[in-house]
């Protein structure tokens, strides 16, 4: 297995690159618009060929390159079949998992930071991790005030989806904003200062309740394109004016 974890610094986002060693095909979790660029230059550095392009989740805080990528290599785009958009080629669920060469991503049903969100599994051997998206970050969790958040719904999913998973399994959260890599089950429900150390129900419905955070600055545009895959003015052009290259696909 090929693993790679780029990051964007305006959102902090962290972006997964996984591929299968054996067809060099390969998937990206949660990729960002402003760094395709980077990304098309990782594959071809690794001769890997874009299978897909894979969301947690409708971001609110950057714009996807989903559509972008798909033009540029014409991987497929694949989105939590709960958020029902139409631009999507691909809707995965608990019964229909990714399949990418011999790697299968198993995605769990994971709501509450948006009603839609999905967690990712990848079993290997010696290794189990799970991308959690905004569900549950290192030592913190996504908030529950927009887009259909629901901070009861979040508390159900970490504790019965994500801390049910063994203790050693990696914790790769979509964000970070201390510059932390990874984690693991066992040291979020050890610490996690809102969602683990036994925290209740009713305590955690009034740490995010007293939150007070200001809307991510980017919601207005990036909510709209990430409903129609990351599409954005002046697509067309861009693509047009992107010349051929080692990473072009199909």
Do not use: W
């Not at 989806?161 to 050693?168: E, H, I, M, Q, T």
């Not at 129609?228 to 693509?239: D, F, H, R, T, V």
């Amino acid at each position: 297995m090929i693993f790679r974890q780029l990051f964007e610094q305006e959102s902090s986002t962290y972006t997964y690159l996984i591929a299968c060693g054996d067809t060099k095909r390969a998937v990206l979790i949660d990729p960002v618009l402003e760094t395709v660029g980077r990304d098309l230059a990782v594959l071809a550095e690794l001769g890997l060929e874009l299978e897909y392009s894979l969301e947690t989740h409708i971001h609110a805080d950057h714009i996807t390159a989903a559509c972008r990528l798909r033009s540029l290599t014409g991987c497929k785009v694949a989105y939590p079949e709960t958020d029902g958009l139409a631009c999507a080629d691909v809707l995965v669920n608990e019964v229909n998992p990714l399949q990418v060469g011999a790697l299968t991503l198993q995605p769990l049903f994971t709501p509450g930071h948006t009603d839609a969100h999905h967690s990712y599994l990848l079993e290997r051997p010696g290794a189990l991790r799970i991308f959690t998206g905004d569900a549950l970050l290192i030592d913190g969790c996504g908030r529950t005030d927009f887009q259909n958040g629901d901070a009861p719904a979040l508390y159900g999913s970490v504790h019965e989806k994500l801390f049910s998973l063994p203790g050693d399994a990696l914790v790769y959260p979509a964000h970070d904003y201390e510059h932390r890599h990874v984690s693991t089950v066992a040291q979020e429900r050890e610490r996690n200062p809102r969602l683990g150390r036994g925290r209740t129900l009713d305590e955690f419905v009034e740490i995010m309740a007293k939150l007070n955070l200001p809307y991510p600055k980017r919601i207005d545009a990036a909510v709209p394109a990430n409903l129609l895959c990351g599409a954005c003015p002046g697509e067309e052009q861009a693509i047009a004016s992107e010349p051929p290259g080692p990473s072009r696909q199909g």
